[in-house]
């Protein structure tokens, strides 16, 4: 039988060949607008397939045309982040918030329903209250534990039912590690899909990155992520992706053409790059953070910390999702400090090798206060309900020697 490389042994060679290119052991930037074709009749073609005015022959590959729509840096990427996710295709962006856009912009008309989880992220959440409302696509979230006969309920409430297009979700939840079930969250999907209308599912996956979680496995029909997290992961970087099938990417690709976000050559080579060390960083970031939940699990200034890790079996239905769909317990802890958002502040003042920003998935560690920062404009009443307090601090576990990151976190809870 013929051997199965790990994508891990893929991410420097697969899809690119040195002799394309001058025998250049890596794949250079391809900084260029446009490309030339060989005759009339080959830019002809290219363009027949690439604005879908025919299907591909057996074999036939997309040429190139043009980097707004397609790119070698941009090819050879989505191709090695397919490999992640078992996925057919996939479309990079300029940013996970381009990539979320236009996959909302793509799957929902004027008069569709959107059912979508709370808590997602605050960009998320802005474009889907305030901007897709007003092109006349009505919305409707559920949150963890509402799965799944309580969110059908939910959207029959709306009237609306025969009009759900699209069920999106993140999992698990920014900031508190709160889990909705993407097998359940499909179960909806199809639920109220009908032979002439499907109901597809997309899964933000950005918290555990292309390593930890494989929402396409359970039934999720988009995965979505913001690349500038652990796939770029080295803060230098704004990116985005999307995998699914070739006939849904296809749809996506096409409104990226004339939405013109795709990421440019320079973005492609950067992931590139990054993601020969992807599973090196990611397997640091989950070991590390492991021995900082511990740290804090323990400390007497702490008085909750929220880390998959401290799921237990006794806690019955989040212990079920994890199993089922986690592969790791992910680098993402908050901890609520004892006292108020004066505590959480002083802590935040006082770290020193930790930086205080936000974002996620890189190789330094970073802290935020998720009430006055990443969450500040979710409302009062909703952010009680999901339990982001003001004495809640949010850390990104980074690749440092988790040593001098739990020495950081004890000088810091110190000053409190
Ligand atoms: C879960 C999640 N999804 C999407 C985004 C948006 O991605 P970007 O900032 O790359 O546009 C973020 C950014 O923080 C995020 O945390």
Excluded at 15 to 26: D, L, M, T
Excluded at 203 to 212: A, E, H, I, Q, R
Aim: proline letters at 4%; hydrophobic letters at 40%; one cysteine or more.
């Amino acid at each position: 039988m013929e051997h199965k490389m790990k994508p891990e042994s893929l991410m420097m060679s697969y899809g690119y060949k040195p002799e394309w290119s001058e025998g250049a052991i890596k794949c250079p930037i391809f900084q260029t607008s446009t490309f030339v074709f060989k005759n009339a009749e080959e830019g002809k073609a290219f363009f027949e397939v690439a604005y879908g005015l025919r299907e591909k022959t057996e074999g036939e590959q997309l040429g190139l045309i043009y980097s707004r729509i397609n790119n070698p840096d941009l090819e050879i990427l989505e191709n090695r982040l397919c490999l992640w996710d078992e996925a057919e295709d996939c479309a990079v962006f300029e940013s996970g918030m381009s990539a979320i856009t236009t996959v909302l912009l793509e799957f929902l008309k004027p008069g569709d329903l959107l059912l979508f989880s709370t808590p997602v992220y605050g960009g998320t959440e802005h474009f889907i209250r305030k901007i897709l409302t007003q092109y006349g696509i009505h919305v409707v979230s559920f949150s963890v534990g509402q799965c799944e006969e309580e969110a059908i309920r939910l959207v029959e409430s709306t009237g609306l039912a025969h009009k759900l297009a699209l069920v999106y979700v993140e999992t698990p939840a920014n900031p508190t590690n709160a889990l909705i079930d993407i097998e359940c969250s499909k179960k909806i999907a199809q639920h109220f899909s009908t032979p002439e209308r499907a109901v597809y599912l997309a899964v933000d996956n950005t918290y555990m990155g292309p390593l930890w979680q494989h929402p396409l496995k359970h039934g999720a029909d988009l995965v979505l992520y913001s690349a500038t997290k652990y796939i770029g992961g080295h803060s230098d970087v704004i990116a985005g992706a999307c995998l699914g099938s070739a006939a849904l990417i296809s749809r996506v690709k096409v409104l990226r053409t004339f939405l013109g976000n795709m990421a440019g050559p320079w973005t492609g080579w950067l992931l590139l790059r990054s993601l020969e060390t992807l599973k090196a960083r990611m397997d640091i970031q989950a070991a590390n953070a492991e021995k900082v939940a511990e740290f804090l699990n323990h400390h007497p200034k702490v008085e909750k910390v929220y880390y998959l890790g401290n799921i237990t079996p006794a806690q019955t239905k989040a212990y079920a999702i994890k199993t089922k769909q986690c592969l790791s317990n992910g680098a993402m802890i908050s901890f609520d400090v004892k006292g108020s958002e004066n505590e959480a502040f002083r802590f935040l003042n006082a770290l020193r090798l930790i930086k205080l920003a936000v974002s996620l998935g890189s190789t330094e560690s970073l802290a935020e206060h998720p009430a006055t920062m990443t969450h500040a404009d979710v409302a009062p009443e909703e952010k009680s309900k999901l339990g982001i307090t003001e004495k809640m601090i949010r850390l990104s576990i980074g690749v440092e020697h988790h040593a001098d990151i739990i020495h950081d976190l004890q000088q810091a809870l110190a000053s409190v």
